[in-house]
């Protein structure tokens, strides 16, 4: 169906409620639905067809939500662009994805201006918090219908973080997103009673799936904030009675180092994006009297896979269980044979969250499935109840004189250590072992940087010695992309060809 029936829906049903707040507006269903049928109506005036890419090249403000439902009104295509890119890596998502429009922050338009004359785009600048100036820069009349679409048509190209090689445009259909929200927002039991606080940007799969269609679709408000900053994150969460947060580690982690612990209106949070550290989850649950459910997926299963349940057995370390009307199982990377429980192989799924495929590269596409499972590159395993748990990404399991070190393993000791605020472990190649094991870590607040050689013999009374860090790099900061995910291909092309010590 068109994703923007989801919010026509909420204006018959809550028509004044607010669906979108920033610190300075509210936004209503009606007015969130009578701003993107404006909208619409200014793109088709453009020239922009039913199955036309948009990039969208905002923040957490509230034009976003207006472009997106707009863009799904007229049954094209929604192309999110991180406004922290630089004009080369614009460039790669424009000309991959052969937008036709782009609607930009006006703030960013002069670093741009020379690339979309170059390229021909059709530019709609969006100034500030209000989305009112946005509408009125189209005298088209507003688009009443929404386009009829197909269930299998494509809706949103999601361009993945490009961990290895250029970014690809991850393809999701209506059917999707409309199923992955659904399951969400049930699994969640998000109600008009809730509002999410969204920090984590919406050009992310995980923020626009959550963010613009679960809280919409069950009638909550979401709250945008714009950029991260923990005092003002604490601040906004009491002042707009949120009930639901929705992190990264290393977001739980900052919050956890700030003064502040009262959060009377805070329900449950959620946790993805990387394997949270089990003594983060407790020590933030201790604090701030909550829970967070630990869940995953990657951006082409749109994106969320499993989640902890909000009622009933939540498993520390967990990614929980499989969404209702999807699968999940683990499968042998190198015999290609399905294991039972307990033991460890990659995670492949498959269900109607599964995504079309990459724009423009059928050899990828194929690649990423075993037969019509998705090959998610997660090594892990299931236990006995059916629950998931992440040890490692195939790409990054570290092999020790031909034994298996499993990252997580490694960086959940590492994050134990009173010293240590986060951790990753790389492969470094070995002349005499193939691999062993690098730490990264990060201190905890102002604390003095720890000690290299304690850390090692701190990891040498809790593991095995072949996985036990050989090296140790303290650092005051560990490179992170903008969702929060630890950049470990950042930590292994740094520090290429050292020698283990």
């Known amino acids: 169906m068109n994703l923007s029936l989801i919010l026509d829906r909420q204006v018959q049903l809550r028509p004044d409620a607010p669906a979108f707040l920033s610190a300075e507006k509210s936004l209503s269903f009606i007015e969130l ?114 386009a009829a679409i197909q269930p299998e048509d494509v809706v949103a190209v999601l361009y993945t973080s490009g961990t290895t090689g250029r970014p690809k445009g991850a393809m999701l259909t209506s059917r999707n997103l409309d199923y992955d929200s659904e399951a969400c927002a049930l699994t969640l039991e998000i109600s008009p009673a809730d509002r999410l606080y969204l920090v984590l940007p919406l050009f992310h799969a995980y923020g626009m799936t959550i963010g613009l269609l679960v809280c919409t679709r069950n009638g909550g408000s979401v709250f945008l904030e714009p950029r991260f900053a923990p005092l003002l994150a604490l601040q906004h969460l009491k002042q ?33 994006g990387a394997p949270l550290p089990v003594s983060l989850l407790t020590a933030f649950e201790a604090k701030f009297q909550t829970v967070i459910l630990e869940g995953d997926g990657p951006t082409e299963c749109s994106p969320v896979t499993a989640v902890n349940p909000l ?29 039972p429980d307990g033991e460890v192989g990659e995670i492949l799924v498959r269900g109607p969250n599964v995504f079309k495929g990459y724009l423009n590269l059928p050899e990828e596409t194929a690649g990423v499935f075993f037969e019509d499972w998705l090959r998610t590159g997660d090594l892990g395993y299931r236990d006995s109840d059916g629950y998931f748990y992440i040890v490692d990404r195939l790409k990054d399991l570290i092999i020790v004189a031909g034994l298996n070190v499993y990252a997580r393993e490694v960086e959940e000791v590492l994050q134990a250590h009173p010293q240590v605020r986060m951790a990753a472990v790389v492969g470094e190649f070995d002349e005499l072992r193939g691999e062993v094991v690098h730490a990264f870590v990060e201190a905890v607040g102002d604390q003095d940087f720890p000690d290299a050689q304690e850390i090692i013999r701190y990891c040498r009374e809790r593991l095995a010695d072949y996985k036990c860090p050989r090296r140790v790099t303290v650092l005051a900061e560990l490179p992170r992309s903008t969702t929060g995910k630890i950049l470990k291909r950042v930590l292994k092309e740094g520090f290429k060809g050292h020698p283990a010590t």
């Open 311 to 339: 009622r009933g057995v939540r498993k520390t370390g967990s990614i929980g269980l499989p969404l209702a009307g999807q699968q999940m199982a683990i499968r042998d990377p190198e015999t290609g044979a399905f294991l």
């Open 240 to 272: 707009f009675d949120c009930s639901v947060f929705l992190g990264v580690p290393a977001l739980f982690a900052a919050l956890l180092g700030a003064e502040g612990s009262s959060l009377q209106a805070l329900r449950f949070c959620i946790s993805g």
């Open 33 to 146: 639905a009578r701003a993107s049928a404006a909208v619409a109506g200014g793109l088709a005036g453009l020239g922009v067809m039913s199955g036309d890419r948009v990039a969208v090249m905002l923040p957490n403000v509230l034009p976003f939500p207006i472009a997106a439902f707009a863009i799904w009104r007229l049954g094209a295509q929604l192309v999110p662009v991180n406004p922290l890119f630089k004009p080369q890596e614009v460039r790669h998502l424009l000309v991959d994805s052969g937008a036709r429009v782009l609607i930009v922050l006006e703030q960013l338009l002069p670093a741009l201006g020379e690339l979309v004359a170059e390229l021909g785009v059709q530019v709609v600048s969006v100034g500030g918090e209000s989305g009112t100036p946005f509408i009125h820069l189209f005298a088209a009349p507003p688009l009443a219908e929404p």
